[in-house]
C-alpha cells in the first residue's frame, strides 16, 4: 500500500530564517505531488504541484520554492521566512490528476 | 470567486441523527468528486469518492451527485462524537488538472 511521509510535524523559526520541508511517498511510481498551506482556521490552498522529477508549478507567487529531486520526493523551501510563512504545510500524493488526492500529516510551521 | 462552495456552519448534531452536508459547484464540465473529513490540528482523509449521478454508500456515509443541479451532499447516519471534525468536498474540474476544495463544513455531534 502506499504511504507519505512528511517531516518534521512542528517547526518553530525566526523571521528571515531559511525553510526546508520534505515529503516522501512510498508504494507508488511517477505520482503527481502537491504542496498546500492552510492557514488557522481556513481552507487549503494549493501551493505547488509536480508531475515528474524537475517538473515544478507554482499557483501563488511568494517566497517559497518547491523541489522534486527524485521520483517520490518533494522539498519545499524558503530562502527567508515571512511572519505570514506561518501555518499548516501539507504535503499530498495522486495517482493522476482524475484521481483522490492523499495527504500526509503535515508540518505546522511558526514563525516568531 | 470560489468554484466549490460549502456552509462553514458549526453544523450540530444530536448524537445518533442525521448529518446533511451540501455542496455545490460552479464548473458544470467536473466528473470527479470526494469528501475529506478532517479533525482539528489533523490532515484530510478522505471519506467518500464519487463519480456518477446517484448515491453511493459506505458504512454509515452516503455521498449523492447531482450533476445536473451541481451539487454534491454527504450523509452520515447515526452520528457519533467521533465524527466531529471539518468536512471538506472537493471537485476536479473540466481540464481534469485541478482539484478544488471547498472552505469546509464544521459538523458538531453532541451527547
Known amino acids: 500500500s502506499q504511504t507519505i511521509h512528511q517531516w518534521p510535524a512542528t517547526l518553530v523559526q525566526p523571521v528571515g530564517s531559511p525553510l526546508s520541508l520534505e515529503c516522501t511517498v512510498e508504494?507508488?511510481?511517477?505520482?503527481?505531488l502537491y504542496w498546500y498551506r492552510q492557514a488557522a482556521g481556513r481552507g487549503l490552498q494549493l501551493l505547488f504541484y509536480s508531475v515528474g522529477i524537475g517538473q515544478i508549478s507554482s499557483e501563488v507567487p511568494q517566497n517559497l520554492s518547491a523541489s522534486r529531486p527524485q521520483d517520490r520526493q518533494f522539498i519545499l523551501s524558503s530562502k527567508k521566512l515571512l511572519l505570514s510563512d506561518s501555518g499548516f504545510y501539507l504535503c499530498a500524493w495522486s495517482g493522476g490528476w482524475d484521481q483522490p488526492q492523499h495527504f500526509g500529516d503535515g508540518t505546522r510551521l511558526s514563525i516568531l | 470567486q470560489k468554484e466549490v462552495e460549502q456552509n462553514s456552519g458549526p453544523l450540530s448534531v444530536p448524537e445518533g441523527a442525521i448529518a446533511s452536508l451540501n455542496c455545490t459547484y460552479s464548473?458544470?464540465?467536473?466528473?470527479?468528486f470526494f469528501w475529506y473529513r478532517q479533525y482539528s490540528g489533523k490532515s484530510p482523509e478522505l471519506i467518500m469518492s464519487i463519480y456518477s449521478n446517484g448515491d453511493k454508500e459506505d458504512g454509515r456515509f452516503t455521498a449523492q451527485l447531482n450533476k445536473a443541479s451541481q451539487y454534491v451532499s454527504l450523509l452520515i447516519r447515526d452520528s457519533q462524537p467521533s465524527d466531529s471534525a471539518t468536512y471538506l468536498c472537493?471537485?476536479?474540474?473540466?481540464?481534469?488538472?485541478?482539484?478544488?476544495f471547498g472552505g469546509g463544513t464544521r459538523v458538531l455531534v453532541k451527547p
Open positions: 472537493a471537485a476536479i474540474g473540466a481540464a481534469g488538472n485541478k482539484l478544488t
Open positions: 464548473d458544470r464540465g467536473s466528473q470527479s
Open positions: 508504494g507508488t511510481s511517477n505520482p503527481n
